[in-house]
């Protein structure tokens, strides 16, 4: 299996414009996850799917943000509008099972700077 | 989740080995070490995990206090491919897989 698979690895945007992050977990994965990752704030848990469906997205930051996930292989995290402070490293995980032994793979991530 | 302290950064000379030290202190009787690590400008990945006893993977071995307050994460030869963020992170072992990763260690390898 090639992995996670993250689109674009790069996205360099002008505040107040939509952008779309994309992800195709590992094949068989029932959980997905979106996470952020910035200098000041660190790595953190915007939102996870089980099963395509959205289980917690109490880390999403407000409303201009949103994820969907349609099918098993992909996933969508938009921002709409941007703004600079989004900048940030984008990292997609997927992971098997639930339980103790909950490996997550992670994806690459997509570096996003809102200028 | 209980919380972690961690050291923010320590050196290791090549060949030798990396003493991770992980301190959970207010840690509950079914939450689990789970220890992850960031190599530069990569995602994260998975090195072990564990409840009560020590643990030894093809990456590292962990070692957990009897009391389970702190571990340690040991990786046995150092390279300075295994320069990277080590976390620390203890969760209950079935709860939606939520990770949630604190400040971590910045492990420096040096030649």
């Known amino acids: 299996d090639a992995g996670v698979i993250q689109s674009p690895r790069h996205e360099v945007t002008e505040m107040g414009q939509e952008v779309t992050l994309r992800c195709k977990p590992i094949?068989?994965?029932?959980?997905l996850f979106w996470y952020r990752q910035t200098m000041m704030r660190g790595l953190e848990l915007l939102i996870y799917?089980?099963?395509?469906?959205?289980?917690?997205d109490s880390g999403m930051p407000e409303d201009r943000f949103s994820a969907k996930m349609p099918n098993a292989s992909f996933s969508t995290l938009k921002i709409q509008p941007s703004e600079p402070r989004d900048s940030a490293v984008y990292f997609c995980?997927?992971?098997?099972?639930?339980?103790?032994?909950?490996?997550?793979?992670f994806g690459p991530g997509t570096r996003l700077t809102v200028l | 989740d209980a919380k972690t302290t961690q050291p923010t950064s320590m050196d290791c000379a090549e060949g030798r080995a990396a003493n991770l030290p992980c301190n959970h202190s207010?840690?509950?009787?079914?939450?689990?070490v789970y220890w992850y690590r960031q190599i530069h400008s990569q995602g994260p990945q998975y090195i072990i995990h564990?409840?009560?006893n020590n643990e030894t993977n093809e990456m590292a071995s962990l070692i957990i206090t009897e009391d389970r307050k702190s571990s340690t994460l040991i990786l046995p030869h150092a390279t300075l491919r295994d320069t990277a963020v080590y976390y620390c992170?203890?969760?209950?072992?079935?709860?939606?897989?939520?990770?949630?990763f604190g400040g971590g260690t910045r492990l420096m390898v040096k030649p």
């Open positions: 992170i203890v969760r209950v072992g079935n709860a939606g897989n939520m990770l949630t």
């Open positions: 995980a997927s992971s098997l099972l639930a339980g103790p032994y909950n490996e997550q793979f």
């Open positions: 207010t840690i509950s009787g079914n939450e689990y």
């Open positions: 094949s068989g994965h029932d959980y």
């Open positions: 799917f089980n099963n395509n469906v959205p289980i917690d």
């Open positions: 564990g409840l009560k």
